[in-house]
C-alpha cells in the first residue's frame, strides 16, 4: 500500500466531533459545509482552526474580516450533516426550521454555536487553513455531540 493509503486508514481510528461551518458571503447568499478538521488554538486570545478544502463552495467566501460560525452538531443532526456534505444537495442546506439566517446562519439547536471573525488565511496544498478569531460562543447543558469514526458516525 501507498503512504497515502497508509495514513488514510490510520486518520480513520481517530474520534472527530461534527459540525458544520456556516456564513455569509459579501452579497448575502448563505453557505454551509460539514468539516471534522475544528480544533482549537489558544484561549489568549479565543482562536480557532478550520481546514477547508479548495474546491468547496465555501472556500472563497472566506476572506479575512468576514465571519462565519461553527455549529457543533448534536446526535440526532446526522441527515443535516450529510446535507451540508453534499454539493448535490447545496440548495437544500437552509431547509432545517432550526437555522437562524437573521446575520450569520446558526443552527439554534445545535450542541454549541462559536462565531468568529477570519483572522488569517493559510494556503496548503489542497486546503486552506482558516485561523478564526472567537467573537461570541454559545452551547447546550446536555452533552450528546455527533462523532464520526472509521467512515461512520456515532
Known sequence: MSIQDNFRLAMRRYIYSVSIMSNRDNVGNTNAITVSSVTSISMDPPSLLICINKSSRIHDTLTIGSKFCINLLNKDQEELSNTCSDEDKHEQRFNDKNWNL??????ANAQANIFCKVDKLSSYYTHTIVVGLV?????????STLTYVDGEYR
Open 102 to 107: 437573521e446575520d450569520i446562519p446558526f443552527l
Open 135 to 143: 467573537e461570541d460562543a454559545k452551547f447546550s447543558d446536555n452533552i
